[in-house]
């Protein structure tokens, strides 16, 4: 038995900042990863956005509870789950991400936690620095063989450690990186896997 792991925003559901930006008018919340790749740098982008805008965690987590995952996400890791077994590997925050994971079946995730104090989000913890690339190695330290998907840069630390596909990744993403298969939808990342 494999396992998949696999990016969450992007690849499974939308951007979940993205979507915050989206129904709270931030503009500064639109950038992801595909546009500041330095983690750290776009969170303190993101941080500062929420409290100059004054938006506290409880309306944001009403929000949150109305993020559904991309057309098509759920029966994709489905139709795999009996080859893999399925781990999504974000750079998301707990906080943020779990009604939208539970739509998708509740499959295991690592990713991060926020800090709230007061009911505003004040800051975050990453779990480890080179958090995607860490879990391929400790999953092969325990003797299994990974595949992982995603769409961006934070991507590629976890495709270069073991083996993996790109979907639905924008062109300039594709480029930095053409020795790396590309898939823009999942039916043929399906056939991919399942070696159809
Ligand atoms: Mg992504």
């Known amino acids: 038995m494999k396992i998949l792991c696999s990016d969450l925003e992007g690849t499974l559901a939308p951007e979940i900042w993205q979507e915050i930006g989206k129904e709270f008018k931030v503009p500064e919340l639109d950038l992801t990863t595909r546009d500041i790749a330095d983690f750290d740098k776009l969170m303190s982008t ?16 009403e929000f949150l ?12 890791l489905n139709s795999i789950n009996s080859h893999y077994q399925i781990i999504i590997v974000s750079d998301t925050f707990y906080e943020l991400c779990m009604p939208v994971v539970k739509k998708l ?52 630390q976890m495709i270069d450690q073991s083996s993996g596909a790109f979907i639905f990744a ?7 990186r053409t020795d790396i298969i590309n898939f823009d939808n999942y039916n043929d990342l399906r056939s991919h896997l399942l070696n159809e």
Do not use: W
């Open 170 to 176: 924008p062109q300039e993403i594709r480029d930095s």
């Open 46 to 61: 993101r941080m500062l956005a929420l409290e100059k805008n004054k938006i506290s965690f409880e309306t944001l987590s």
């Open 105 to 156: 079946g509740n499959f295991p995730i690592f990713c991060h936690h926020l800090k709230i104090n007061n009911g505003f989000i004040v800051g975050y913890e990453k779990r480890q620095e080179a958090p995607k690339k860490n879990v391929v190695k400790g999953f092969q330290s325990m003797d299994f063989e990974c595949f992982c998907i995603g769409d961006s840069y934070n991507d590629i």
């Open 65 to 76: 509870e109305s993020i559904e995952p991309f057309d098509g996400a759920k029966d994709f």
